[in-house]
């Protein structure tokens, strides 16, 4: 079995979620580029199989990878400081906003899969969209979805903008998700009694619970689900009626239409 070298330009959250579920499997060699002494140092010590180092000092060869795991405002500067090292290695990037066309500019290389994984990825729930431009070999998109697999699903987009476009629903819907989750949590404590620690148990269980339905029972749509709980002229029945009054189909249509806005208004000032 050939390792493949995996260099991770960037160790912070994401950077580490990807590779921690990875340093165990002997396919794979890492390597991470962390400026910061501190993070590095601590890096080192939690994962003593990987090699962290401050700075990119060799030339990439066709047979490894690089991540590029790094803040989007600092990603031109910290592509031309390397772009002498990495004309021949694959390009994977997980920086939000930033196109394909520019990072090929900044490190004179082709061969670029841009990933969006979201922040569950860390807890291995993640969803990881991608999209491989032309150059790209098929052992590489491969390996790229072997690598997003170990944190979570996969998505392969059809065309680099589908990127922006899964902003809102996969990753900005955690926030949406969690603030709904206030919103339960706020008025069981405000106008129920219960404590901020109950509701928060309450709560989390409700959310944890619905989705457990929906993986036990793939064959019943989320609809049929809701109808289920939603008995005629029930409670939950005019919990609904209030939501279906109050248009909150339609909150939800104009929040994702501003996050998508937003991620591309984002990606012009990154580019």
């Given at each position: 079995?050939?390792?493949?070298?995996?260099?991770?330009?960037?160790?912070?959250?994401?950077?580490?979620?990807?590779?921690?579920g990875?340093?165990?499997?002997?396919?794979?060699?890492?390597?991470?580029?962390?400026?910061?002494?501190?993070?590095?140092?601590?890096?080192?010590?939690?994962?003593?199989?990987?090699?962290?180092?401050?700075?990119?000092?060799?030339q990439?060869?066709?047979?490894?990878?690089?991540?590029?795991?790094?803040?989007p405002?600092?990603?031109?500067?910290?592509?031309?400081?390397?772009?002498?090292?990495?004309?021949?290695?694959?390009?994977?990037?997980?920086?939000?906003g930033?196109?394909?066309?520019?990072?090929?500019?900044?490190?004179?290389?082709?061969?670029?899969?841009?990933?969006?994984?979201?922040?569950?990825?860390?807890?291995?729930?993640?969803?990881?969209?991608?999209?491989?431009?032309?150059?790209?070999?098929?052992?590489?998109k491969?390996?790229?979805?072997?690598?997003?697999?170990?944190?979570?699903?996969?998505?392969?987009?059809?065309?680099?903008?589908?990127?922006?476009?899964?902003?809102?629903?996969?990753?900005?819907?955690?926030?949406?998700?969690?603030?709904?989750?206030?919103?339960?949590?706020?008025?069981a404590?405000?106008?129920?009694?219960?404590?901020?620690?109950?509701?928060t148990?309450?709560?989390?269980?409700?959310?944890?619970?619905?989705?457990?339905?929906?993986?036990?029972?793939?064959?019943?749509?989320?609809?049929?689900?809701?109808?289920?709980?939603?008995?005629?002229?029930?409670?939950?029945?005019?919990?609904?009626?209030?939501?279906?009054?109050?248009?909150?189909?339609?909150?939800?249509?104009?929040?994702?239409?501003?996050?998508?806005?937003?991620?591309?208004?984002?990606?012009?000032?990154?580019?």
């Amino acid at each position: 079995m050939t390792t493949i070298n995996l260099v991770f330009l960037g160790g912070g959250n994401m950077a580490e979620a990807i590779f921690a579920g990875l340093v165990n499997n002997p396919q794979f060699k890492i390597e991470v580029i962390q400026r910061n002494i501190e993070k590095a140092q601590l890096l080192q010590k939690k994962y003593p199989s990987i090699r962290v180092t401050a700075k990119l000092e060799r030339q990439l060869t066709s047979e490894e990878i690089l991540f590029l795991a790094i803040k989007p405002q600092q990603a031109k500067d910290a592509c031309i400081a390397i772009n002498q090292f990495t004309a021949q290695c694959l390009i994977v990037s997980v920086m939000a906003g930033v196109s394909i066309k520019s990072i090929s500019n900044w490190l004179n290389n082709n061969k670029i899969i841009r990933t969006m994984p979201n922040t569950p990825s860390s807890v291995n729930k993640g969803i990881t969209a991608w999209f491989a431009n032309y150059s790209v070999l098929e052992c590489h998109k491969l390996i790229c979805e072997q690598i997003f697999s170990t944190i979570g699903i996969t998505y392969q987009a059809k065309e680099e903008a589908e990127i922006d476009k899964i902003v809102p629903i996969s990753s900005s819907s955690i926030a949406f998700v969690y603030y709904f989750m206030e919103g339960l949590i706020e008025n069981a404590v405000q106008e129920f009694g219960f404590s901020r620690e109950q509701a928060t148990q309450l709560v989390k269980q409700v959310i944890n619970g619905s989705s457990a339905l929906l993986d036990a029972n793939p064959e019943i749509s989320i609809s049929e689900q809701r109808a289920r709980v939603t008995s005629k002229k029930g409670a939950t029945e005019q919990g609904l009626i209030t939501f279906e009054q109050q248009g909150l189909h339609e909150i939800i249509k104009l929040a994702m239409q501003n996050c998508y806005k937003r991620t591309i208004e984002m990606s012009h000032e990154f580019n």
